[in-house]
């Protein structure tokens, strides 16, 4: 694999991030090659946030990784934070959630981005202020001139985060990881940026991480996915296969609890089909696999030893994998 | 790959006893030194006012006089327990009673309007201008030097902070929504306060209490030392500082001694407030 | 809108907006310079029928969040009327204002928020029965209304900060329903919670409307929640009602821009996997 013309935009291998107290990933791999573009889904305490952070180097104190993050040639999980800080912007970048607390208030918007070029390319200010206003304008944003001398505060929540792909994407990077970028979004720009965030990613050959609990974000965006659930990865694949046929029981709950067009249309006596129980906390976790205690199909199999991907050939961790249509059943 | 990829979780609680350590040295410091008061009572060693220039300067390690005697044959032991009565009396006093003050005002402001709030804000504002030390300087001179005078100084020096503090404290937790909910019952402000603000702050209120404590005993021993704190019979550790400084050049450890009772204690205090911070915040409780 | 009315005029409006206004005066930009006023509500008419489930839609800034606080009795209107039962609620007197109080109940979007961390779950269900003043058998009440959203009754005894987000929303809902409301205000209800959890408090929200008869407001921005839990959605956008219909014909026929702006806003799985979502 390292020896292929075309290495991958990362590589992870058994990533685990624990603080000694809980361990928030227990063992995470996946690959994305060049220009690829992975979703991570999960819910709240999924650890898909803490993976995240993890590539980037930027996890809280305390916090620490296991396991290799293949990326430019180099595993970062052994590198210093002194040679992750110079990748960060570069080779590696990131769009957080809240694009008013990622921006410094007190800086104009234009020299935040320009400050990131300088530093990564080593281009004198002339240079970056002009290539600043070129991304402003290839972001879709109005009046380019005026707003580099804006405050993060003076401009609208979406131009915010179009201003902080921008920065994301200033050098080119090899993979943008972007966590819940339209989260904190009103819905009708929500759209709008991610629209963008697509079309620059493609124009860059850029890879993309897409980190959201938001299904259909998921599927407009990416072509694999990995579905999370309790610091494990339960399910990946191409979307197509995943999304049209899901092997796991979690991920066909996930799916089957998005309010679609479909049962609106049953009206008013229609129900969603919910995944019962709750996601359970990392400090009590269940033995065997830990959706067992929510699984229509657990059995006590289920309930003793945790499954690992790749069983029955099919990428979903699951002991009772849903079979499709015509597929002759293991039991 | 079955066993490689399945990390057992680790032994868990070990960040919470450090953040407890803290806490921990804090509370044997702070119940050492409140036992040594409360003894001072019932037991000295000797008379800690009477002269006896028999026994005057007599070294640390002497039989009867463990930490030795002063340039007036005056016990050190004995007058380190009845200085750590008056640092208690002075110290607590002060914040307790800034702590009431303090907590009705930051309570008033933060609940009864803007004309309250900015009245009660900018009037903290105004008396943390004027410098505290000078402040019980010019109390010191106008009404006598004394322990009242003194926890009077420190209410009048302490009172704005508190103010601050509780007001946005509670600030903070009127924007809660369960607030917005007692109001919609048609709850009164009053009844807000009490169950809803006051146990939602009380944490904040307690760890200010012990800074304050601390900081209460280092301005005691600081007007004490300038002569202007407490006065004989009573006994100030800022008291001793000063007449120790007469006789710094035929032994130090007269000094010495009042300096390290201030210091191991104000640490304490400190210690035990950092550490009910970790353990009242309701945020970190959440996550363990 | 079309001739033919969706929904029945017969009943009377149990709670109902008339022609309400509301102004806010914003910071001077200059020293001397008059306030500058922002109209957040114009002339709105809004109203719930007995035992109806209405929607609420519209970005931030387009006033549904004043419009709530209207509904919910915090703010008096500038202009206009609130009517609970054919009567104003702010000039009703005050044995009307109680019963709107009491018949009116909130639920809100931050579960978190919305109960006192330091009150055990048990004191914060009966806060609204004593501060209403409410006779009868509390205990029996509490268990009734715990059951009702499905929790078991040794909650009672715990903190909030031992329960998921998920479970604070139930208790949420459950003291909303302590007082036996009429009206059931729901703002944002399921936006901070985790997708598998947001489809169980919204069929709990549908299982008390049609098994308690409750009238239900569902605030939201996201029109495809609303669309599955409402038959009737008003559509907000600059401080007035901008169109109301039925959730299916906003969505095939969406009339005004901001309706065509939310509409298109809806990512659905589906358009995503047929390669269309983002068009």
Redesign the interface.
């Known amino acids: 694999m390292t020896t292929s013309a075309k290495p991958h935009a990362i590589e992870v291998k058994?990533l685990?991030v624990?603080?000694?107290?809980?361990?928030a990933v227990?063992?995470v791999?996946f690959t994305i090659p060049q220009g690829g573009r992975m979703g991570l889904v999960g819910?709240?305490g999924s650890g898909k946030s803490m993976t995240a952070l993890a590539l980037m180097g930027l996890l809280p104190m305390?916090w620490s990784t296991?396991g290799s993050i293949l990326h430019d040639g180099v595993d970062l999980v052994t590198q210093s934070d002194k040679a992750l800080s110079s990748r960060r912007g570069r080779t590696l970048s990131m769009v957080f959630q809240d694009p008013l607390s990622s921006l410094n208030p007190v800086r104009r918007v234009g020299d935040q981005i320009s400050s990131v070029i300088r530093r990564h390319t080593g281009a004198d200010r002339k240079t970056a202020e002009a290539q600043t206003i070129e991304l402003i304008k290839q972001m879709n944003l109005p009046r380019p001139e005026q707003l580099v001398r804006a405050y993060p505060h003076e401009i609208s929540g979406g131009q915010r985060q179009r201003i902080m792909i921008a920065m994301a994407l200033a050098c080119y990077p090899q993979l943008i990881i972007a966590d819940e970028p339209t989260t904190a979004l009103?819905?009708?720009v929500?759209?709008q940026v991610?629209?963008l965030l697509?079309g620059a990613v493609r124009d860059r050959g850029s890879a993309l991480l897409m980190i959201t609990?938001?299904?259909?974000?998921?599927?407009?965006?990416c072509d694999t996915v990995a579905v999370m659930y309790a610091g494990r990865i339960v399910e990946i694949g191409p979307?197509?296969e995943v999304?049209?046929n899901p092997r796991h029981h979690y991920t066909r709950?996930?799916?089957?609890?998005?309010?679609?067009?479909d049962?609106?249309?049953l009206?008013?006596s229609?129900?969603?089909?919910?995944?019962?129980g709750?996601?359970p906390p990392l400090?009590s976790?269940p033995t065997g696999c830990a959706f067992n205690p929510r699984c229509p199909a657990a059995t006590d199999k289920c309930r003793e030893t945790?499954p690992?991907l790749g069983t029955d050939g099919i990428s979903a961790a699951c002991w009772h994998p849903i079979h499709l249509a015509g597929e002759v059943a293991a039991q | 790959m079955n066993t490689t990829t399945a990390p057992t979780i680790a032994p868990r609680r070990r960040r919470r006893l450090e953040l407890n350590a803290s806490l921990v040295v804090g509370v044997v410091l702070t119940i050492g030194f409140l036992v040594i008061a409360i003894v001072s009572f019932f037991w000295l060693p000797s008379n800690p006012n009477i002269p006896n220039i028999k026994n005057r300067m007599l070294p640390p390690g002497t039989v009867d006089h463990w930490l030795g005697t002063d340039g007036l044959g005056r016990d050190i032991i004995a007058q380190l327990m009845v200085g750590a009565r008056t640092s208690i009396l002075v110290g607590a006093g002060g914040a307790t009673i800034s702590l009431i003050l303090g907590t009705v005002a930051g309570l008033v402001a933060a609940a009864y309007g803007k004309i309250a709030d900015e009245t009660i804000s900018r009037g903290a504002d105004i008396m943390l201008s004027i410098p505290g030390m000078v402040t019980a300087l010019v109390l010191a001179a106008t009404m006598g030097s004394g322990a009242l005078t003194t926890i009077f100084a420190l209410t009048a020096f302490f009172t704005p902070s508190f103010t601050r503090v509780i007001r946005s404290a509670a600030m903070s937790v009127l924007q809660e929504d369960f607030i917005t909910s007692a109001k919609l019952y048609g709850r009164g402000k009053l009844f807000i306060l009490a169950r809803h603000v006051i146990p939602n702050i009380a944490g904040v209120m307690i760890v200010q209490f012990t800074l304050y404590f601390a900081a209460g005993i280092l301005t005691e021993a600081g007007l004490s030392y300038l002569g202007v704190g407490v006065t004989r019979p009573s006994i100030s550790w800022g008291m001793m500082l000063n007449e120790a400084q007469q006789t710094v050049g035929i032994s130090s450890p007269l000094a010495m001694w009042p300096g390290l009772a201030i210091v191991i204690v104000v640490l304490g205090l400190n210690l035990l407030g950092d550490g009910l911070r970790d353990v009242l915040d309701p945020k970190l409780k959440r996550r363990s | 809108m079309s001739a033919v009315t969706p929904f029945p005029t017969d009943a009377r409006p149990l709670l109902e907006v008339r022609q309400l206004s509301q102004v806010y005066s914003l910071n001077r930009q200059k020293l001397f310079a008059p306030r500058p006023k922002l109209k957040v509500l114009d002339s709105i008419d809004f109203s719930v029928r007995p035992g109806e489930a209405v929607g609420l839609v519209g970005e931030s800034g387009s006033g549904k969040t004043t419009l709530t606080r209207m509904l919910t009795g915090v703010e008096r209107p500038g202009e206009g009327q609130v009517l609970y039962d054919g009567a104003d609620v702010w000039t009703g007197g005050e044995a009307h204002r109680k019963l709107f109080r009491r018949s009116v109940q909130v639920v809100l979007q931050n579960p978190r928020s919305s109960l006192d961390p330091r009150m055990r779950v048990g004191t914060s269900l009966l806060e609204p029965l004593r501060s209403l003043k409410i006779e009868g058998d509390h205990a029996a009440r509490v268990l009734e209304v715990l059951d009702q959203v499905g929790l078991d009754k040794n909650a009672l005894e715990r903190f909030p900060h031992e329960f998921s987000g998920g479970q604070l929303q139930r208790i949420a809902i459950a003291r909303a329903l302590m007082p036996g409301p009429k009206v059931l205000i729901a703002d944002e209800p399921v936006s901070a919670l985790d997708v598998s959890i947001q489809a169980q408090v919204l069929n709990l929200l549908k299982d008390l409307v049609r098994d308690l008869g409750l009238s239900l407001v569902f605030i939201a921005h996201d029109l495809s929640v609303v669309a599955y839990t409402t038959s009737k959605v008003y559509v907000m956008s600059s401080g007035k009602i901008v169109e109301v219909g039925k959730p299916l014909d906003l969505f095939r026929t969406p009339q005004a821009e901001a309706t065509q702006a939310l509409v298109g806003a809806v990512l659905s799985v589906e358009a995503g996997l047929a390669g269309n979502a983002l068009a």
Not at chain 1, 18 to 23: H, K, M, P
């Open positions: 058994d685990v624990s603080n000694g107290d809980v361990t227990r063992g791999s819910e709240s305390g296991h009103d819905v009708t929500q759209k991610l629209r697509n609990h938001d299904l259909p974000i998921i599927a407009a965006m979307v197509q999304f049209r709950g996930l799916l089957d609890s998005q309010p679609t067009m049962n609106i249309a009206d008013g229609s129900r969603l089909v919910s995944i019962p709750m996601v400090h976790l945790m690992e």
